[in-house]
């Protein structure tokens, strides 16, 4: 025998033992360790030549339990429950078997964790959106911000392909490029829709693959004033519509004195008007789909609102199919688009008529705060502003208990028809000098 294969093993050390064990012709003894080696006496044991007690072919792990049984454990691909399996047979036997098995997880059962290719990051968004219940005209929206996000990406973060290798600090640089360049709190709240889209809609189909949905942490909504025209700008906005724009004034009656939002307003169809209740009802259209599920209701409308419609309906030359009253000087349907360009050149010709730049500086969507003002200051309670404006109730009460039928909320088109009461009571100030408080309901 090879007497060099029976010499126990040395440790190598840096402190200079080593150099020591050669020039003494013995190693230290606290280097050394028992001899592991399988032969004993000169002869190989048994135990050298055992089996191998675990190894992995594919998905398919295989450990040997005793002398003769095997354990086989792999991941469902459809269930993706682990599976445990024992048999009896040879290692050549077993790994044909665990072959075999792999071969059919593999074959037409799905992917297995870790070997499937996620979709790419383009392609996620675009599935999501496409799967989403909103509106064409919001998943257009929606796409827009998608893409920008995307461009961001492929320049700060080329490397990330899809949402697998998508980093919870990503997304927080991203709010914080917006913040820091001054974007809005909306803003940067619709900038991210998509992406929360995406990456849950990742999450859910791909949970082994794809992290959960990280918490969203924006900056701290800045405090608002609440903001609206007083009684007097109103009769002054309406009067100059009526001469100047007649095809925005009804519309614009609809959001200052009705408290319907910019797009019911636009939307409103000659059917959804019931001239001989004077009823109005604002639902879903095709071009428009209600804000929440509070949004659609059926409200009583003011006797000069109804005659105002009724005007639009008499001059309306061309009726759409789908009914629309109002329409562009082109007979297009109104947009969002076209709708705030319309505006804003006629804010600019009135502050240059009325010398009165808050007109330039409330927006039209503010008409529907006016709404609220108005209708606070006159004593309407607070729940049937809300249910005529179509707010959400906001209470346990609201939403499941209280009820609230159309004669209740003639209380608010009544109280509206004497709007012009508050116009000489409007100085600004109560009786002891105190600012008059707004209370206006937040779009």
Not at 349 to 362: A, D, G, Q
Not at 408 to 429: C, F, N
Request: one cysteine or more; proline letters at 6%.
């Amino acid at each position: 025998m090879n007497k060099r294969l029976a010499e126990p093993e040395r440790i190598p050390d840096s402190s200079g033992h080593r150099e020591q064990e050669r020039m003494n012709g013995a190693a230290a003894p606290h280097l050394i360790r028992p001899c592991n080696h399988p032969w004993k006496g000169g002869e190989i044991s048994m135990a050298a030549l055992k089996t191998t007690t675990s190894f992995k072919i594919g998905c398919i792990t295989i450990k040997l339990v005793d002398s003769e049984r095997w354990e086989l454990r792999w991941t469902d691909p459809s269930t993706r429950l682990q599976v445990k399996k024992r048999i009896k047979g040879t290692q050549t036997e077993v790994s044909q078997i665990a072959s075999h098995l792999n071969s059919e997880c593999l074959a037409g059962r799905g992917y297995l964790p870790g070997q499937r290719k996620l979709p790419t990051l383009k392609d996620t968004l675009a599935e999501a959106i496409r799967l989403s219940r909103g509106s064409d005209k919001h998943k257009i929206e929606v796409g827009y911000w998608g893409g920008r996000w995307l461009e961001w990406m492929t320049l700060r973060h080329p490397k990330v392909k899809d949402f697998g290798a998508l980093k919870p600090y990503m997304l927080t640089d991203y709010i914080r490029l917006m913040e820091d360049g001054g974007k809005a709190h909306d803003t940067v709240r619709l900038a991210l829709v998509p992406v929360k889209m995406a990456w849950r809609f990742a999450h859910e189909n791909y949970p082994d693959e794809v992290r959960p949905l990280p918490k969203i942490r924006q900056k701290a909504r800045p405090r608002r004033e609440i903001i609206s025209l007083e009684a007097g700008e109103i009769e002054t906005l309406m009067d100059w519509l009526q001469e100047k724009a007649p095809d925005i004034h009804p519309i614009a009656l609809l959001q200052a004195f009705c408290g319907l939002r910019v797009l019911e307003a636009v939307s409103v169809r000659r059917q959804d008007i019931d001239l001989q209740r004077g009823l109005l009802r604002v639902t879903d259209t095709e071009r428009h789909r209600l804000k929440n599920a509070g949004s659609e209701r059926t409200i009583p409308l003011p006797a000069f609102v109804l005659s105002a419609l009724v005007k639009a309906m008499d001059l309306q030359r061309v009726i759409p199919a789908d009914g629309s009253l109002f329409q562009t000087t082109s007979r297009k349907p109104w947009t969002k688009a076209s709708l705030q360009s319309r505006w804003r050149r006629l804010r600019q010709s009135l502050v240059h008529e009325t010398k009165n730049p808050r007109f330039m500086e409330i927006p039209p969507r503010k008409l529907r705060s006016s709404f609220a003002t108005m209708a606070s200051r006159m004593g309407v309670p607070d729940r049937l502003i809300k249910k005529y404006m179509g707010h959400a109730a906001g209470d346990i009460l609201g939403t499941h208990y209280r009820a609230i039928d159309r004669d209740e909320l003639r209380q608010v088109s009544s109280a509206i028809e004497s709007w012009k009461t508050l116009i000489s009571s409007e100085s600004g100030l109560t009786d002891s000098g105190t600012p008059l408080l707004k209370i206006a309901v937040s779009d």
